[in-house]
């Protein structure tokens, strides 16, 4: 018997991107804006915790063009080409523009793991249903759940495959495909570590009152540096809608779904 669904997300939940794609989101800002300019950790955090700002290609561009309206000029009149800003986005994250994992040299090789690949074993055999959903790209999500953790044809709504949060489409999708899986509808919890995510339960649930969804905030380690700044994020992951607040992914166990269902 299965007792609920678990769906989670990937960057700051499964892997630590404090290196990786905020150092390359931070690389691109600096760059775009001739070197004047490089967001810190709070800076990104600020927008990010605005809701809207999940894509990190789009949050580069938002700084960027955030920065030259201080300096008095519009966005209109930037001439930004987006496309070179992925590109350069790309190269720095993985190092190359191959969809090749095995090619990618970039900071995307170095992140750091947040939990055993047994946790996922322990959850299935505890009776739940888990699958992912992300705004990353399919191949960076892929390459950590198949690479890293080991997760043979992981059930993955990514980035293609549905618009961004706050948007509920790509939580709905995947908990529709994992219901199949189980031929019946079980309570829902969305793991994730921004205000986006926590808002994307609960839109999922105003779509969908008869099924209970369930947001799980984890506090990524970027956040976990002060114990000050770690509360406050907790908060705000709480204020958008979190059930209860993580530091770490792990910490969601069997006996503790068990107590938020």
């Keep these: 018997m299965k007792h609920a ?3 989670f997300d990937i960057d700051g939940v499964l892997r630590d991107v404090s290196g990786s794609y905020r150092r390359a989101l931070a690389d691109t800002v600096e760059h ?3 070197g004047a300019y490089r967001p810190t950790t709070a800076n990104i955090d600020t927008l990010k915790n605005e809701g809207i700002w999940n894509n990190d290609w789009e949050a580069s ?3 960027i063009y955030r920065y030259f309206e201080a300096q008095g000029r519009s966005r209109t009149q930037l001439d930004l080409d987006y496309d070179q800003l992925i590109a350069f986005f790309q190269h720095r994250y993985r190092g ?3 969809d090749d994992p095995s090619q990618w040299t970039g900071y995307i090789c170095n992140e750091p793991l947040l939990l055993e690949s047994t946790y996922l074993e322990h959850l299935h055999q505890a009776g739940f249903v888990w699958g992912f959903f992300s705004g990353a790209t399919r191949a960076s999500a892929t390459y950590v759940l198949h690479h890293r953790l080991g997760v043979n044809r992981p059930l993955l709504v990514a980035m293609e495959d549905a618009p961004g949060k706050p ?3 790509g939580l709905v999708q995947i908990v529709r495909h994992l219901e199949k899986t189980v031929a019946q509808m079980l309570p829902v919890l969305y793991v994730g570590d921004t205000v986006a995510d926590m808002q994307t339960v609960q839109n999922a649930h105003q779509q969908y009152p008869s099924q209970s969804w369930i947001g799980v ?5 970027h956040a976990q540096t002060s114990a000050e700044y770690a509360e406050q994020y907790a908060d705000k ?3 958008a809608g979190a059930a209860i607040v993580l530091p770490n992914v792990q910490g969601l166990t069997a006996d503790c779904i068990q107590a938020l269902l």
């Design 5 to 7: 669904i678990v769906v």
């Design 32 to 34: 775009f804006t001739a």
């Design 61 to 63: 561009r938002e700084l």
């Design 96 to 98: 190359t523009t191959a």
């Design 167 to 169: 948007d509920p489409t």
């Design 217 to 221: 905030g984890v506090i990524p380690p």
């Design 237 to 239: 992951l709480t204020a």
